[in-house]
């Protein structure tokens, strides 16, 4: 970055890019040439960020992508993806320049494109081995290709060598772009600002509630429970035993509910119970699911936040 005099600064919610504005006119020169980038790693140092992001949990070997290429708008704020929110379809599976791609078969309409859609000469990439083809990636370029076959296609990114697994890759082009996009205007570079936009994770909140003094016999006929003055629709107690043994009643939200990394403290989440078919007079408040809760369930293909309540 230096050869082209960019200088680069860490944010607190991303990072910037500044430029020497006379000397940055090396890069449109060369233009014609090349098509020029900046690839960027994104590394999350967040451990809860899939907790209370809507994001797939993890596969290692995949990273988000993303590219000036393909933008869009919300509100004031230029989103670097086509969508509202970052989504699997931009999750792409990575390879190092030294592997290869085993194909079953190819057939004469198989294609490998570039991000920008431009085909690829099949000798470049392709290498019969008996009865499977095999893609060579060492003569390919760092960035994000595709195999399309009819109606399926493989997307995947081709990088040069990466150390550890990164949550995503950012290839900012400088050169024809879309007009939205364009660094350059009369001569003169133009600042853009890029916004990753991650959607907010929705759980099944489920408390298991138990009693507090152990000798007594903790009965729940029925359960109310609103969050900030409004019902939320509940499942009635169930009783059940925990692996350590002890008796408790759950209960689960009928539908997930939206989490957030920052709790607001003045929210109100309060329990109302019914024994002998009376509701008692007196609410109890109760925790918000905490960030760290979350967990997915397999056998019900839920995501929960669990917390325990002593009454």
Not at 92 to 97: G, Q
Not at 214 to 242: C, H, R, W
Not at 262 to 288: A, R
């Amino acid at each position: 970055m230096k050869n082209y005099h960019l200088f680069f600064k860490p944010e607190t919610n991303g990072f910037s890019l500044f430029c020497n504005t006379e000397k940055f006119q090396k890069i449109q020169k060369i233009k014609a040439k090349l098509d020029q980038k900046l690839i960027f790693l994104i590394r999350n140092k967040n451990s809860y960020l899939l907790n209370y992001t809507d994001l797939a949990f993890s596969d290692n070997n995949k990273m988000y992508y993303f590219t000036n290429l393909s933008t869009s708008k919300d509100g004031a704020k230029l989103l670097i993806h086509d969508k509202e929110y970052v989504n699997e379809e931009q999750a792409l599976r990575i390879y190092n320049k030294y592997q290869s791609i085993k194909l079953d078969k190819v057939i004469k309409s198989t294609k490998l494109v570039d991000v920008r859609q431009n085909d690829l000469k099949k000798d470049l990439w392709t290498q019969e081995v008996e009865d499977h083809t095999l893609v060579k990636l060492k003569n390919l370029s760092e960035g994000k290709y595709s195999i399309l076959n009819g109606k399926s296609s493989m997307s995947f990114y081709v990088i040069d060598y990466i150390k550890e697994p990164m949550w995503g890759i950012m290839d900012l082009f400088l050169n024809d772009l879309p007009k939205e996009n364009k660094f350059f205007t009369d001569g003169k570079i133009d600042h853009k600002e890029y916004v990753i936009n991650l959607n907010a994770r929705k759980t099944f909140w489920k408390y298991f509630i138990l009693s507090e003094n152990k000798n007594v016999d903790l009965k729940l006929e029925e359960v109310k429970v609103s969050y900030n003055g409004k019902d939320i629709a509940f499942s009635k107690p169930k009783k059940v035993t925990l692996t350590n043994g002890e008796d408790a009643f759950a209960i689960e939200s009928k539908e997930p509910i939206e989490l957030k990394e920052v709790v607001n403290v003045s929210d109100k989440l309060e329990l109302k119970i019914k024994n002998n078919s009376k509701w008692l007079s007196k609410s109890v408040k109760i925790p918000k699911p905490k960030i760290k809760s979350v967990k997915p369930d397999r056998e019900s293909n839920k995501i929960y936040s669990t917390t325990y309540i002593y009454l």
